[in-house]
């Protein structure tokens, strides 16, 4: 919906989407990953709006990455025909849902264990189907993924033998500074696979802390991205961003100076979630000396002891969250603004679809 | 809706209310205040469903709490006649919005500064109306509230003479523990009080915590609870309820086994929130050795280093939140259980009304 408004006429707390910084962090990578043979698959769990992901495929992404059904079912629904959901899909409602979507769409799926890879056989083989396959591989976060090369290998074997399924090749979500390790991990994949006969489609890696230098793992032909559409405080102290790249800010009211070193901003952990960057939850755009301490639901803590110049109450500041993908999750609505005008308002296409 | 449907049939992530417990936690709390002549005026932040304040109401409560407008304007479009926001209210179009709601129903807010009570006594008075305005008192807390009972007694005399406003009494939120602290601020507040000739028609306090001790805070009226109605590891924590008192847990599958003593649920920081409890980010009921000690945005990681038994992929298991009052506000649909059975499921009226 376009509206003729400006900022200054919003309620607060408002998620503002600065539309030239999201243009400018969208070339830039796609430009990079072109520049270094990466096929770039934009992962939507940051933004969950079709209109973006849309644009990412304009601009030349192979393709998106949802990490739940439900976000595919939105992307899908916007026109977005080529997904890949890297997790593992397990119950038969889900599977049921992963069968309908695969009739629509290119969709790839996620897997880490037989009794996963079983389960899409299972549904996919019974639905006259093939579905792409790729395995999940940890290399040090500690989260899903086989442990180690030789059982990738394990389970490669068991998809690639398994009616319905296709095997499509390993990804992993790396932890940050892990680019070596993903480096390491993959060329072992690389040499087992070679020996065994079996044919490695694909090597994905992720993550948008380390993604300028995804291409120094080598053999890695895709890069799953994220919050580079919107960086945020997490993302500057990883280094992968500039406090002037970050393109979503909320717009908040100070709405107490409790005490003369202390201000109380009408957004909380429901508004900026209560996820935190090390040291703080959130930077004041207008006062860079403040320090977010502390989160309740609908207050952010403000402590301004190092802060020479201090609000008033009534004013409006804008701030940059510890960690921007929830927040697009806890928004119902989020403004795309150029300058001091609102361009659109819109609701989060894909929020709260977590099932 | 009602449905005819068993918690087997549910997909995952799926947040579940048990209704025997609500009934129970709602009586047990109401009983307490009737026992010591406590108002209870409940805070809705916890559930955010009209469903739940009617059933406040009629078992006594002489009203609830908002925390904020928009959440109050969906509990007065549910019927809901008496609500306190306990927010200080800035700005134009909310100031606008809160003579609206004043025109239906009997509106309280909080305040806890000249500049706030200046901005309420011209919008009321332009509207030829009076509001009930509480001033907001810090005991400890250190978020909005005015530091001493000198500076409540100065800013009562302020609303007090100002157009449009009625001065309603003090309010507090405390920290955990602080009982007697509530005590002395409001001792001195009515030895102040009473020595300037002005009356002092109420003290109201808040929390669950302490809420079981809320009666030894001598002169206090009223008690804000909100979390009493579902309770939660916090609460667990704090000593104000038991494992088995707990109302609302998440339904969640068990998607990984990457290790022995690790698996991985199908719920992360978009269900259960990213706040935590001491130690952990929620208890398995089936499995209370495990502990979830980290979320990702769609991933609970539990270790299961000192649990005997563990689960397989593929197993369905329930957890109970650190901090319950941001799931229900990020699930979109919850479902009311009695047993088995699922008695009705229901969108969270109040979700995500942060403006």
Not at 40 to 53: E, Q, W, Y
Not at 68 to 90: C, H, Q, R, S, T
Not at 222 to 238: F, L, N, S, W
Request: charged share 25%; glycine share 8%; aromatic share 6%.
């Amino acid at each position: 919906m376009r509206k003729e408004t400006r900022i200054d006429h919003l309620d607060t707390p408002a998620v503002l989407i600065d539309l030239e910084r999201v243009g400018h962090n969208l070339l830039r990578w796609q430009q990079h990953c072109d520049r270094h043979g990466l096929a770039n698959r934009s992962h939507i769990k940051t933004h969950k709006l079709v209109r973006f992901a849309r644009r990412q495929i304009e601009l030349g992404a192979v393709g998106i990455c949802c990490q739940k059904l439900g976000e595919a079912e939105v992307m899908a629904d916007g026109g977005i025909d080529d997904i890949f959901v890297p997790y593992n899909l397990v119950g038969r409602a889900k599977l049921a849902r992963a069968v309908a979507l695969a009739r629509r769409i290119r969709l790839a799926v996620g897997c880490d264990s037989a009794e996963v890879a079983k389960g899409l056989s299972a549904a996919f083989s019974a639905a006259g189907l093939e579905i792409e396959v790729r395995i999940e591989c940890d290399t040090g976060a500690r989260r899903c993924g086989v442990a180690d090369p030789e059982s990738a290998l394990a389970l490669a074997r068991l998809v690639d033998r398994l009616p319905g399924l296709r095997f499509g090749g390993l990804f992993t979500y790396p932890p940050p500074g892990a680019t070596a390790a993903v480096a390491t991990f993959f060329a072992r994949c690389r040499e087992l696979f070679s020996t065994a006969g079996l044919p490695l489609p694909l090597l994905s890696s992720g993550g948008t802390p380390d993604m300028w230098r995804a291409q120094e793992a080598v053999g890695v032909g895709e890069h799953r991205a994220g919050t580079y559409i919107y960086y945020d405080c997490m993302q500057i102290a990883a280094g992968a961003a500039r406090l002037e790249d970050c393109a979503l800010t909320v717009l908040t009211t100070v709405v107490s100076r409790p005490a003369p070193d202390r201000c109380i901003l009408d957004a909380g952990s429901k508004t900026l979630s209560a996820d935190r960057s090390p040291g703080h939850h959130g930077l004041v755009l207008e006062y860079p000396r403040a320090r977010i301490v502390r989160l309740s639901e609908e207050h952010a803590h403000v402590d301004l002891s190092d802060s020479p110049e201090r609000p008033r109450i009534g004013e409006r500041v804008r701030v940059v969250p510890a960690h921007v993908c929830l927040v697009s999750n806890l928004a119902d609505r989020v403004f795309g603004t150029v300058g001091d005008e609102v361009e659109w308002d819109s609701a989060v296409d894909a929020r709260g679809r977590v099932v």
